[in-house]
C-alpha cells in the first residue's frame, strides 16, 4: 500500500507564495505519476498538476500555468508544489495523488491540506 502525506498548507495573502510537499511511503514504484489536485467548497475536484516520477514530464491546469511548479525529490521520496502569485480562487484543499503507469485512474490518495488566500 502506498501512504501519502501533505503539508506545507496554511493561510497567505493574495500574490504570495506557498510550497505544498506530499511525502511517499509505504509500497513503491520505480515509475508511476504524481498529481497534485485540488477542491474548494461546492466545486469539483480539479486537477492542478502531475509528473511522471521516473523523468520530469510535468504537466499543469490552465488556470495555474505560468504560476505552479511540480517538482519530485527521489531522495527524499517528496513531490512538491511550489505555488507563487497566489489568487482568491486558489483557496481549496490540495490532495496529493498517485497512479502507475498503466493505469487511467489515480489510486492512491493523501488526507489533503488546507490552502487560504485571502485578498
Known amino acids: 500500500q502506498v501512504q501519502l502525506v501533505e503539508s506545507g498548507g496554511g493561510l497567505v495573502q493574495a500574490g504570495g507564495s506557498l510550497r505544498l510537499s506530499c511525502t511517499v511511503s509505504?509500497?513503491?514504484?520505480?515509475?508511476?505519476?504524481m498529481g497534485w489536485f485540488r477542491q474548494a467548497p461546492g466545486k469539483e475536484r480539479e486537477f492542478v498538476a502531475s509528473?511522471?516520477?521516473?523523468?520530469?514530464?510535468?504537466t499543469y491546469g490552465n488556470s495555474v500555468k505560468g504560476r505552479f511548479t511540480i517538482s519530485r525529490d527521489s531522495a527524499k521520496s517528496t513531490v512538491d508544489l511550489q505555488m507563487n502569485s497566489l489568487k482568491a480562487e486558489d483557496t481549496a484543499v490540495y490532495y496529493c495523488?498517485?497512479?502507475?503507469?498503466?493505469?487511467?485512474?489515480?489510486?492512491?490518495w493523501g488526507q489533503g491540506t488546507q490552502v487560504t488566500v485571502s485578498s
Open positions: 495523488a498517485a497512479r502507475i503507469l498503466s493505469s487511467q485512474k489515480y489510486e492512491y
Open positions: 509528473v511522471r516520477w521516473g523523468a520530469y514530464m510535468p
Open positions: 509505504g509500497r513503491t514504484f520505480s515509475d508511476c505519476f
